[in-house]
């Protein structure tokens, strides 16, 4: 697909000290805090750390829900606002956001304020990823644009996994009304990257963002189509994604898949991430951004399967081996999409353009948070098959869209 000539290189030289190292090590500790209180939050708020019935899971899914809606209506202002005045100035403003409002979430059980420190906390989270991907976006040449998103994509899901794990385990260690403790580890995992970018920095804060900056032109030019068909599909991805890092331990629970399969699949998922998502991106900078694309969707579409074969009939080795392939090849979509979106974002106006990812995606969670939750509590289990069907429709007619729109951008005009 041809590229707009300002967005073939990076066209930036960005500030001094070690960019990429900051946001990569900012990304692993922010996602582990996050992962750390994802895993608790429900039992946090309902009270109870086991036997949650369907209506805690939709009370929890409800007030989880509003994280990626402080997200997805404010992230697009956290992007302007780092191609506006500097992509560091928006990341440490939410990080430092983000730890104090884990430290205001330990002192309260109250519903309605749980409510407005998530709200809150997506706000943040927006501001966090907006401005992460833009300095990635920056510094990486095109044709290693997929190897630098991989990366970040290994530190941002090492980091999710990594914290979840250790959330969940913690509540073996934790009584119900100490799990306070967690989010104040939580907050005090994001001051630790906080610090850690700064030292990579050089010690000091750089301000560096685009005169050129125009919202509204920088607006029209994300939500073109070819902006479009590579965001959509995270819209699906995440609706997923977000139903499983929130409520993972319960519905495993609910469908018979023991703690021992979850630690291991939890742990190995970690480990590889490292290792696969760099490779994915490699890949992708090689064979192409679509063609890597289509290899995650397919392994979304096979994990979409063995879930409901799962639901319907159990554990059973063969549904957990292709679980497991559905996932690895699934690990391929990060980078290549995320390179992708990279190549069409104009250079003033990266940050803006990351931030329709993130719009995306928290949108996603939102749908899927709300949607999957409903289905549970009213009809159970079996709920989750119009839900998985949906989701797999939706990306696969999007992959289809994707190629159609390589096509048509290959064919010369007459």
Do not use: K
């Not at 809150?120 to 997929?146: C, E, K």
């Not at 000091?204 to 920088?218: D, T």
């Not at 979106?341 to 948070?369: K, Q």
């Amino acid at each position: 697909m041809a590229l707009p000539p300002e967005t073939r290189t990076s066209g930036y030289a960005g500030p001094p000290g070690r960019p990429l190292p900051a946001v990569l090590g900012a990304t692993f500790f922010v996602r582990f805090g996050f992962g750390i209180t994802v895993a608790v939050f429900a039992a946090y708020l309902t009270h109870r750390s086991t036997g949650l019935s369907g209506g805690d899971v939709g009370t929890a899914g409800l007030v989880s829900a509003l994280a990626p809606i402080g997200e997805f209506s404010t992230v697009l202002f956290s992007g302007a606002a780092a191609d506006r005045w500097g992509r560091f100035p928006v990341l440490f403003a939410g990080m430092g956001g983000a730890a104090l409002l884990f430290v205001w979430i330990a002192t309260t059980r109250a519903v309605p304020v749980l409510a407005v420190a998530n709200l809150l906390f997506g706000v943040a989270s927006g501001a966090i990823l907006a401005a992460s991907l833009a300095v990635v976006a920056d510094r990486a040449a095109l044709d290693a644009r997929g190897y630098e998103m991989g990366r970040f994509d290994a530190m941002n899901l090492f980091g999710w996994i990594g914290g979840f794990a250790f959330g969940l385990g913690s509540q073996q260690f934790l009584a119900n009304d100490a799990l306070g403790v967690v989010f104040l580890a939580g907050a005090g995992a994001i001051a630790v990257g906080l610090l850690v970018s700064w030292r990579l920095l050089g010690g000091h804060v750089p301000h560096r963002g685009s005169p050129s900056f125009a919202f509204g032109r920088i607006v029209r030019t994300a939500v073109r189509r070819t902006v479009l068909v590579v965001t959509l599909p995270w819209l699906a991805i995440y609706a997923l994604l977000g139903t499983a890092l929130y409520f993972l331990s319960t519905a495993a629970t609910g469908v018979g898949v023991p703690d021992s399969y979850l630690a291991v699949a939890i742990a190995a998922g970690g480990s590889l991430l490292v290792v696969s998502q760099p490779y994915f991106g490699r890949l992708a900078d090689r064979a192409g951004r679509t063609r890597m694309m289509t290899v995650g969707a397919a392994g979304f579409l096979l994990l979409l399967l063995c879930a409901s074969l799962l639901v319907r009939f159990g554990v059973s080795d063969p549904l957990l081996a292709g679980l497991a392939l559905g996932i690895l090849l699934a690990l391929a979509y990060g980078p290549a999409a995320l390179a992708a979106l990279a190549d069409l974002a104009l250079a003033e106006g990266r940050g803006t353009t990351m931030a329709i990812y993130s719009l995306t995606i928290s949108l996603g969670m939102v749908v899927g948070l709300v949607a999957s939750t409903g289905l549970y509590d009213r009809f159970g289990p079996t709920g989750l098959y119009p839900y998985f069907g949906a989701i797999a429709a939706v990306l696969g007619g999007l992959t289809v869209v994707r190629w159609a729109e390589e096509a048509r951008a290959r064919t010369p005009a007459r």
